[in-house]
DNA sequence: TTTAAATTGGACAAATGTGTCCGATTTAAA
DNA sequence: TTTAAATCGGACACATTTGTCCAATTTAAA
């Protein structure tokens, strides 16, 4: 479904979401800890996410990541696996059909739609703040 | 979500319900011909699917593929897939985490434990047979 | 028995995804 | 101004997936 590095980049999100207020900044090396991925590939991917101005990141000392704009409330999933993995889950639907439609579709298609839908669904409307509430709480775990 | 070895390996099950009555054969040729997929490549995924016992291989003149056992009614997406990709899909769930249950979830089971569950019923119920009758009926396609 | 039609399986090649290393650069603080 | 703490970015390494090539084998038919 998702690249590592889509699942990672999640991770990283959701984490950031609950480290992320006022301002203050963590290192790549705590992130990387937090969500249990390689350093230095924690770090492409935070670049990438960086370069699709959801996370902000600051060089230097005293320097580290925090989301960017106001609220982790205006972005979701969906930006996050753009970011990451682009619009391939979107666009190349179950069979990978180079073309179809509802006049030439595959032959899963009115089976699968609606599982398609709802993933689209799920990805757009769930933003990062949802799904960081219960990490916070300790109802849910990155690792 | 499917390998491309996995979505060819569908669409030529579908293909062969379509061939298979009475125990006719269709060559690899046809085969890779009808779901558009590089016809060595798809020679490895029909060995695969003979291995599975879910098409029957005949080598030799008049030799080629057929669906082994008596009815396209019997096999599901899932023993396809099961026999290309493996079980991934159904035991990496969307994080990708290590061990999660209900009492150790991840961020977003809530909200996408539905999906998994959709998505494994839709392996689990839908038949070859049951997506071939629309390709027959030129309804749908392959390609 | 010979020939042609076909799958099999091993070795290889190319592309993509995953992961590492390290020097360059930036910034805050001593 | 120097130093230390950080990210950045390019090059590389490794694994997996995707795809190709070809000789060996099997089988039906001439
Ligand atoms: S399920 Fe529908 S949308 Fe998806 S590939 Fe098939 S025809 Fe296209
Ligand atoms: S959604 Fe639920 S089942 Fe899937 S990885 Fe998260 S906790 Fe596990």
Redesign the interface.
Known sequence: ??S?AC?YG??AM?YLAGTSQEGQRVSLNLVAQHIESPEAFTSKILQKLAKAKVVKSVKGAKGGFELNGSTSKEIFLWDIVVAIDGTA?RDDC?????Y?SRS?????????E??RD??MS?LMK?SVH???L??QEG?????
């Open positions: 479904m998702l590592k699942e999640i991770k959701i889950i179950f069979l990978g059909l180079n179809c030439n579709p595959c032959p899963v298609h009115d089976k699968y609606k599982i709802d993933i799920f769930t949802d799904l960081s219960t990490v109802k849910s775990f990155l690792s």
